[in-house]
């Protein structure tokens, strides 16, 4: 780098370092300190509780050397793929952030910096970003474990258990490390190969996509680090990224817990021992290889995240992104005059939802979370469900559906309080002629459409292959009724207009959740249940409750009181007490 | 067609009143210029006329009734076009006229006519498919008058409406102001544009740090002020340090250690 530039370079470094606090990861009228505050703190007391929670177990307990050397390959798993994941996801929830976007190029072409330095800094941004997730990440855990683990294994030196908490340190940052560049390098080769036209189209659906698949996988991953040491690294466990990084842990320490010298057992114990060592002793020559593999993978995706890069930079020598995108008229722009002839607020409405759904950053990012949930729920339901074909159909099967759409339908409940763009919303508020239910039927509808049906649709054929097509298709039509008797449910307090107030949170949420969560799993339950009634004939009362109590819904809906001046701009309770607004 | 009033308009925030016992009134037919430097309270008057901004004391009326009593009836009758046109970045120019109709409740047939027409009146129809987003601020500002004129509204309030129009763009809108006046609508124009005010208003309020300090014809005022131009009234009424020496101070600033 010429002299000259290397000002410019740190400036802008630390710049790009600040958009990512105070525009991307954190809302952009947020206060930094306060935020910073927030997910610091969140960060570290999320690593504390999950290290003294998984590791707690080993202060309390003396273990064999060979039962500690199998036994810890699992915590080994979980922190390794922890790391990874949870990198991941911060790179994904960053996704337009990790190159220079529209808002950077506008802001500093003008600016006499060479385009090569604004790419560097953006990177060495990036870069810095990355380490310090995964640092934070990692700090904790590579301390307590192996502290902790030492109670349990009072024949290690510390000279091993500092050897122990660095390999951990490095291992844990290295698997981060991956998980970031992975996303990235998605990222970068997806922009490389569809162009920059095409990659603002797809984009946001491949970020979506990513934020599902990782989410999912950190929901999935305690149920699927149980017991690593002992089921074998074999199958498709063998093959995750998070084994290989596991490999490298073990040959970094050769394996010293399994060797280390035995003291005076009992018969039991020494039975125990002798079975946990020759364990130990059946997967040690398999970790060369996954050393050799997590070193494939790490140095593979850091030389396709170079490569890619280095094309885009090339096809585009200029940082100025690709103008305006044509997105053509909306093919589904005939279904509201079908759906509302008579309601020109609720055609609103339901476009207005659609489009938020779909395309808005806020909405789209929390409803990927829920699906995220979602889908774990739904992994853990249909774990132990026997998907043969033609195997019966069980309540446990048809519980997927209902907790798929149900735990989107929670998550459209709350963004309907959250503003699209809270300074846009005079626009509604000088065009509002007090349809409230009407434009809340209308983006019920878009809710409806665009997240419960494909929710049914996705699920559709594992049951469609466990029990049949003409069963699946009954069960998804008795879907779109359940998600219909959600909706009403969900809608039924709703007082504002959908995306368009300022938001107030709610202040007793946290000590309802888990009320609310359980309730949740408890009624997707009774759901499967009664589905499962009518769908094998033996309940025809069963459609009957179910559409009275759809009915009654709506009718509460209708006959129920609304607010009758909506204040588009109410002010939480806190700053009207604390007189800062006026 | 009613007159729109504003009897001792007052707003504070936070303690310190931004507008001071304004009194206006707007009549069908008529433009009315509302002028004033920077941080003068013009945005604030103008989003309380358009009943967007509860006022701290004092009322607006519009056909002798305080819009309190029914904002929503009130604003059937309004079209509002900010200084800052903050829309939906996600929807498309199209999507947002059909929206803002939609909400008004505009027949489809006419409303769709009524967008098209826009539309390819202010050349954006190879835009209308686009994300607003992707827009420039006077891409924006066309659909904020477009979504402004689309019911056909009584009463305009225009704050500051030529910001980041082109040249052709700023010439039409000045006579579809006049023209929207000839056709009996009540036209607030608020700008620090005198020239503009100048050619397109019958009548001028000047505000400073506030408070109404002229409302009067800008033939009178002239009149009034011994000056050949408003430019020279509004130098009089509100400019109180010599801009030309503040231009030189301005410009040594900016060469010194050059």
């Given amino acids: 780098m010429r002299k000259a530039d290397r000002g410019p370079y740190v400036l802008l470094t630390k710049l790009f370092l600040r958009q990512f606090l105070e525009n991307d990861l954190l809302s952009p009228d947020g206060d930094r300190s306060q935020m910073l505050a927030i997910v610091g703190g969140s960060v570290i007391s999320l690593t504390l509780f999950i290290s003294m929670f998984t590791s707690a177990g080993y202060a309390m307990s003396i273990m064999m050397p060979g039962e500690a050397a199998v036994l810890t390959l699992s915590d080994k798993f979980l922190y390794v793929s922890l790391a990874m994941l949870v990198t991941a996801l911060v790179a994904a929830a960053q996704w337009d952030a990790l190159a220079i976007d529209y808002r950077d190029a506008v802001i500093l072409q003008p600016l006499p910096i060479r385009p090569a330095v604004l790419r560097f800094a953006k990177l060495s941004a990036v870069a810095a970003l990355g380490a310090g997730v995964a640092i934070a990440v990692n700090i904790f855990p590579a301390i307590i474990f192996p502290w902790l683990l030492a109670f349990a294994v009072p024949q290690m030196h510390a000279w091993q258990v500092l050897q122990l908490i660095l390999t951990q340190f490095v291992i844990t940052v290295s698997a981060a490390t991956f998980g970031f560049l992975t996303v990235i390098a998605v990222r970068e080769w997806a922009s490389a190969l569809l162009g920059p036209n095409w990659f603002a189209r797809v984009s946001p659906w491949i970020q979506t996509m990513a934020i599902v698949l990782i989410g999912s996988a950190i929901l999935l991953l305690p149920m699927v680090s149980t017991r690593v040491g002992q089921r074998g690294m074999s199958g498709w466990r063998l093959d995750l990224p998070s084994t290989a990084f596991v490999g490298v842990y073990e040959s970094a320490t050769g394996g010293f817990l399994a060797d280390l010298p035995r003291r005076r057992m009992t018969k039991r114990q020494e039975d125990r021992d002798r079975a946990f060592t020759e364990i130990y002793d059946q997967r040690r020559p398999m970790f060369p290889g996954l050393t050799r593999r997590a070193e494939a993978l790490l140095g593979g995706v850091a030389l396709l995240v170079v490569v890619a890069t280095a094309l885009n930079a090339f096809r585009m020598p200029s940082i100025g992104i690709a103008a305006a995108q044509a997105r053509g008229r909306s093919k589904i722009a005939f279904l509201p005059r079908v759906i509302f002839p008579r309601s020109a607020a609720a055609r609103a409405g339901f476009d207005f939802g659609i489009a938020i759904l779909w395309r808005n950053k806020t909405h789209r990012l929390t409803l990927a979370a829920a699906a995220a949930i979602g889908f774990a729920m739904v992994l853990v339901a249909i774990s132990g469900v026997d998907l043969a074909a033609d195997a019966r159909p069980t309540a446990r099967l048809l519980s997927i559906q209902p907790l798929l759409y149900g735990c989107l339908l929670v998550a459209f409940r709350h963004v309907l309080r959250v503003p699209a763009e809270l300074r846009a919303n005079w626009g509604i508020q000088i065009a509002w002629r007090g349809k409230v239910r009407a434009f809340a039927n209308g983006v019920a509808a878009a809710a409806l459409l665009s997240i419960a049906l494909p929710a049914i649709l996705v699920v559709f054929p594992p049951i469609a292959f466990a029990a049949g097509v003409r069963f699946a298709a009954a069960h998804a039509l008795l879907g779109v009724v359940g998600a219909a008797i959600v909706l009403e449910a969900l809608m039924l307090s709703f007082d504002k207009v959908p995306f368009t107030c300022t938001y107030l949170p709610t202040d007793n949420m946290r000590a309802m959740a888990p009320i609310y969560a359980l309730a949740f799993i408890i009624g997707a339950a009774l759901f499967a249940r009664l589905e499962l009634a009518i769908l094998t004939g033996s309940s025809t009362m069963g459609v009957v409750t179910l559409l009275a109590i759809l009915i009654a819904l709506r009718i509460a809906s209708v006959l129920r009181k609304r607010v009758a001046d909506i204040d588009f701009n109410e002010t939480p309770v806190s700053l009207s007490e604390l007189g800062l607004h006026s | ?258």
């Fill in chain 2, 1 to 258: 067609m009613s007159d729109l009033v504003a009897r001792k308009l007052t707003k504070r925030f936070s303690g310190t009143r931004v507008v001071n016992d304004v009194n206006l009134t707007v009549r069908p037919g008529e433009v009315v210029g509302y002028l004033g430097p920077n941080g003068s309270g013009k945005t604030t008057t103008a989003r309380m006329l358009g009943g967007l901004l509860e006022p701290s004391g004092g009322v607006v009326e519009y056909d002798g009734v305080d819009i309190r009593a029914d904002v929503i009836a009130f604003h059937r009758h309004v079209g509002y076009v900010p200084e800052e046109p903050y829309l939906y970045p996600f929807l498309s120019g199209r999507e947002y006229l059909q929206l803002v109709g939609r909400l008004r409740e505009l027949p489809e047939s006419l409303l769709t006519e009524k967008i098209d027409g826009f539309l390819r009146l202010f050349n954006l129809s190879v835009a209308a498919d686009q994300s607003i987003g992707s827009y420039s601020k006077g891409m924006r500002q066309k659909i904020v008058i477009s979504a402004a004129l689309l019911h056909d509204p009584a009463v305009v309030i225009f704050d500051e409406p030529e910001t980041g129009l082109d040249v052709a763009t700023t010439l039409m809108l000045r006579h579809l102001v006049r023209t929207l006046a000839t056709r009996g609508k009540a036209i607030l124009y608020s700008s620090h544009i005198l020239e503009v005010v100048e050619r397109v208003c019958d009548r001028v309020i000047v505000l400073h740090k506030g408070n109404v300090v002229a409302d009067d014809s800008i033939a009178r005022l002239r009149a009034l002020s011994s000056s050949t131009s408003l430019e020279g009234v509004f130098s009089q009424l509100v400019i109180r340090e010599d801009p030309e020496s503040i231009a030189r101070d301005l410009a040594d600033l900016a060469a010194t250690g050059s």
